[in-house]
């Protein structure tokens, strides 16, 4: 059985408890009336309440283990068997919509959103985990299969998306109006030496790819052999990606076989230490100053962080995401999933960005302007000719500050 694979997906055994392990607070003998109050509830929904259509076991337990995962965390989420079966035969398919910035799932009553990456458009529209889509752009959807809910969720930027819901705070269902973002496929969206100081660097990382490591050092070694003395890394809006591809790019910056990442399991003889590669083709001590915004998510805080951590970088920007943990889709026995954080990682002080994020040595308050601003200038060429002089007039508070902060050294 195949399985989609998410972001910072680790396999880890599981270990027998053997004393050792971190235990839940509550014993064993918490476990009876746990369950026995469980069941009680269950039986008097199925026997009072009036929709009999809503009150099978399998929708009832279902819909609870849904609201059991969702509790953990907002990386955690119970996959109903109708979406498990859809995963299982559309393997290639990711139910995440970037451009709007939430994750859809299906049930027995249909289509409905399982999470809302924060700050996205979804999340400005005030859409919540558990709500139901009734509709896209006037299309009834509550019997769609996944392909096509993916194709029906996916605009080029700038469109809009309709979309009639049904949240579990609101009585009756409304519209909502989405418009789609710049999606970067590409890891690696610039690299060039800046204008007006021909020794500093820039390259933007969108995205860590299974190959964007061989594709930031070919722009390295680019930049060097072209004169450069000092780097700008542009994290901002990066929402992680490859783990290995993050621990390799490290590598660039660091000796080898530094201790770079430690993920960190229930079981603490199951922690694991990831080190650079123990080759390294150029050494590479100059300054570098990363840039972080609050969407800078997962792997791109672990690299910030490690820098930081190891005095190699200055890091400039505002508070990170806070995305520090690993997720795993464990398959049931009973056609069912689970999408289960199992660790966390931790930088090499031992820190943890999860839930609370990286933060800047120097930080900066990004205006509205400024979020707009920085997204138009990563499709500079797309803009009309008014748009284009607009964002010529200004200046990026975040690489104005890492200017300043690398003719300082």
């Known amino acids: 059985m195949k399985w989609l694979s998410l972001t910072l997906c680790i396999t880890l055994c599981s270990a027998q408890d053997n004393g ?116 896209i752009n006037g299309i009834e959807v509550t019997s769609i299969k996944l392909p096509e809910l993916i194709k029906s969720l996916t605009k080029a930027p700038g469109e809009i998306t309709t979309i009639i819901v049904k949240s579990p705070l609101e009585p009756k269902p409304f519209e909502v109006k989405l418009t789609h973002t710049v999606v970067e496929q590409k890891a690696i969206t610039h690299s060039e030496l800046l204008a007006e100081y021909l020794t500093i660097g820039y390259v933007r990382l969108a995205h860590f790819s299974a190959i964007s490591a061989s594709e930031i050092e070919t722009a390295l070694d680019d930049l060097e052999d072209k004169g450069m003395k000092s780097l700008i890394l542009d994290l901002r809006g990066n929402p992680g990606g490859d783990l290995p591809a993050t621990v390799k ?40 100053t990363i840039l972080i915004d609050r969407m800078s998510a997962s792997a791109s805080e672990l690299t910030a962080g490690c820098l930081q951590d190891l005095k190699r970088a200055t890091i400039i920007g505002e508070v990170s995401y806070g995305k520090g943990s690993v997720q795993n889709i464990i398959p049931m026995n009973n056609g069912t999933a689970l999408r289960l954080t199992i660790a966390t990682y931790h930088t090499p002080s031992g820190r943890t960005p999860h839930g609370v994020g990286i933060t800047p040595d120097n930080a900066i308050e990004f205006t509205e302007l400024d979020r707009t601003n920085f997204q138009l200038s990563l499709v500079k060429k797309t803009l009309s000719e008014e748009q284009q002089k607009a964002i010529a007039t200004w200046k990026d508070p975040a690489l104005t500050k890492a200017i300043e902060a690398l003719t300082k050294k």
Not at 73 to 89: C, F, G, L, R, T
């Open 249 to 288: 790019i490290l590598g660039l910056f660091l000796p080898v076989t530094t201790q770079v990442v430690s993920v960190h399991t229930r079981d603490p003889k199951l922690w694991e230490n990831l080190t650079t590669p123990d080759k390294q083709r150029r050494e590479r001590k100059y300054p570098i």
């Open 20 to 135: 050792s392990i971190k235990s839940p607070k509550d014993s064993e003998d918490a476990a009876y009336p746990a369950m026995e109050r469980f069941i009680e509830v269950l039986e008097t929904i199925r026997s009072r309440h009036p929709d009999v259509d809503k009150v099978t076991y399998d929708r009832l337990v279902n819909h609870a283990l849904e609201g059991m995962l969702s509790s953990l965390d907002p990386h955690s989420s119970y996959i109903h068997p109708e979406m498990a079966a859809a995963m299982q035969e559309n393997d290639i398919i990711d139910p995440f919509i970037a451009s709007l910035g939430l994750t859809v799932g299906l049930r027995d009553t249909g289509p409905f959103v399982s999470a809302v990456t924060s700050l996205s458009q979804a999340a400005k529209a005030k859409l919540i985990p558990d709500t139901s889509i009734l509709c």
